[in-house]
């Protein structure tokens, strides 16, 4: 037999891990060769690693693929500083967002890690994908932030290379993480805005006269007004209300009625629209009381009797999952010009207004499914522009 490479001798340096020593092939009887090396594993131990091939040269390429594989199957991809953004980008992508954990401890949605890979391969990398984790000190983030002509772009690059960095930081690959101090754009300075009671009632009868119109063509949604009113009697969004079941909802014709808001309808690439079985979050998960428009609305939905597999209050005529983007287009045909700021989720605001503003901030994060007050305060209560009635406090200065 004849044996190629060379010789190892003791006291041999111990390898890294994830990397492997010198390659020796050795002829067999047949015509085949065997190539084996020592190789340090995820866990530190060093093992021995062979693979065939009918020459020497295939041998060792068997081999070689055969270490990479065992490299990815363990998520090393050997990062260190002169590795590039792309490549710090990618290892987030698998190691922190498809097989790590969002909120609550939950795998997050495919449209979740869409959303994130989206940011990645169309904002990021056209713009850092060959500067190396050693160049991508805070000056070259900021300029790059700051280059991007969308306000939403550079939000959501920020999230995406924080996140990232901080990988990169735990990894050792950098001391600190340069996206801390970098830009950071302003926060939205759209105020929440909702509906008084009048503009309630006529968006409400601008959707019946919408419904009751007949023209060529496809049939228009025939229960638009009772999502309208269900999601104005509950504060749920969208996804959530075409989500609710018969089941959900105790005995309509009882003196009070409840539904329990437990899950969510989600449209995902290569799945289309199928019935989440929980809502966005945990705090979603709840249990609302409804007043008796929203009752009214849910009786005469079920007295239309439509079948659904699922047992969907608000499905298709068919029986299956609604789309939500097919009730909106729906609803940007009703509203008029005047009402252009009115979006489905501004019933969810006008119900955060309203009860905060009788109830208090923690009724209403309560009622919208909120996990602090501090979200429902700064983007679902419209602030009030005539100020209390203090003229009793005021007078003592008289």
Request: charged content about 30%; glycine content about 8%.
């Amino acid at each position: 037999m004849r044996q190629v490479g060379l010789s190892t001798m003791s006291g041999r340096p111990r390898l890294a891990i994830g990397t492997y020593g010198t390659i020796t092939t050795t002829e067999l009887p047949g015509g085949q060769w065997d190539a084996k090396t020592r190789y340090r594993d995820h866990d530190g131990k060093t093992r021995q690693l062979r693979a065939r091939g009918t020459t020497a040269a295939k041998a060792k390429a068997a081999l070689k693929l055969k270490i990479r594989d065992r490299q990815h199957a363990v998520g090393h991809d050997n990062l260190d500083a002169d590795s590039t953004v792309a490549q710090l980008a990618d290892r987030w992508m698998l190691d922190d967002v498809e097989r790590g954990l969002g909120r609550g401890g939950k795998p997050r949605t495919a449209n979740t890690v869409a959303y994130y890979r989206r940011v990645v391969d169309k904002i990021i990398k056209p713009g850092l994908s060959d500067v190396t984790l050693r160049e991508a000190d805070t000056q070259r983030v900021d300029r790059f932030l700051l280059a991007l002509p969308a306000l939403s772009a550079r939000r959501d690059a920020r999230v995406v290379l924080r996140q990232a960095f901080a990988l990169a930081a735990r990894y050792g690959c950098i001391s600190v993480n340069p996206v801390i101090d970098a830009h950071r754009p302003p926060a939205s300075l759209a105020k929440p805005r909702a509906l008084g009671v009048a503009d309630v009632h006529e968006l409400r009868q601008r959707i019946r006269k919408w419904q009751a119109e007949e023209l060529r063509g496809p049939r228009r949604a025939h229960d638009l007004v009772e999502i309208f009113d269900v999601m104005l009697g509950t504060g749920v969004r969208i996804g959530e209300v075409l989500a609710l079941r018969w089941s959900d909802c105790t005995d309509l014709d009882a003196d009070r009625v409840a539904v329990t808001i437990s899950g969510t309808v989600v449209t995902e690439k290569g799945r289309g629209c199928y019935r989440q079985d929980h809502p966005k979050t945990d705090a979603g998960l709840r249990t609302v009381i409804l007043p008796k428009f929203a009752v009214e609305a849910l009786r005469r939905q079920r007295d239309r009797g439509i079948p659904s597999a699922e047992g969907l209050i608000f499905p298709t005529r068919t029986g299956s999952p609604r789309w939500p983007s097919n009730v909106r287009t729906a609803w940007r045909k009703v509203r008029g010009e005047e009402y252009g700021w009115v979006k489905p989720h501004s019933f969810r605001k006008t119900v955060g207004t309203l009860v905060a503003r009788e109830l208090g901030v923690e009724a209403a994060s309560v009622q919208l499914g909120h996990s602090a007050t501090a979200v429902t305060e700064r983007h679902y209560i419209e602030r009030a522009v005539e100020a209390p009635d203090m003229t009793s406090v005021l007078d003592r200065l008289a």
